[in-house]
């Protein structure tokens, strides 16, 4: 039995160090990520980048946040109160926002279960489907 209770906490404290997010430097971004951040914040540096299981926590130093997926892909752009940059969200939802609210911006993104999650300068955040088709507000 305590042989059990042994071999049962080790696993757990392996299991709490796996787990556990570590710095990495920028240049273990996966090659998609560094090409996303060429692409669209050109001239700015990497902060900082952690490694927080498979995905990678990246900070600009303008105070973007930007997270990737293990193989690069985004799954979220943080600008704070500036507007994303042009090319991060489909033509479509580019579309719709500039018509419905033509005196606001978006800040931030998340793409997570087939969806994007847009936030306005004004704190809406608006639910688009994969394809950029707007669905609704979030609540």
């Known amino acids: 039995m305590k042989k059990l209770l042994v071999v049962l906490m080790g696993f757990i404290a392996l299991g709490a160090f796996v787990s556990c997010d570590r710095t990495v430097s920028p240049d273990k971004l996966p090659a998609q990520a560094k090409q996303f951040i060429t692409a669209h914040f050109n001239g700015t540096e990497v902060l900082s980048v952690r ?68 936030e306005l300068n004004n704190d809406l955040d608006l639910l688009f489907d994969k394809n950029g088709n707007f669905m609704g507000a979030d609540d």
Do not use: S
Not at 61 to 85: A, S
Not at 86 to 107: E, M, R, V
């Open 51 to 118: 490694k927080d299981g498979g995905q990678y926590e990246t900070v600009l130093f303008d105070g973007t946040e930007l997270d990737f997926t293990r193989g690069g892909k985004w799954i979220k752009v943080d600008c704070g109160m500036n507007p994303l940059p042009a090319g991060i969200l489909p033509a479509n939802t580019d579309q719709y926002l500039t018509a419905k609210f033509p005196t606001n911006f978006a800040t931030r993104v998340k793409y997570e279960h087939k969806r994007y999650e847009v």
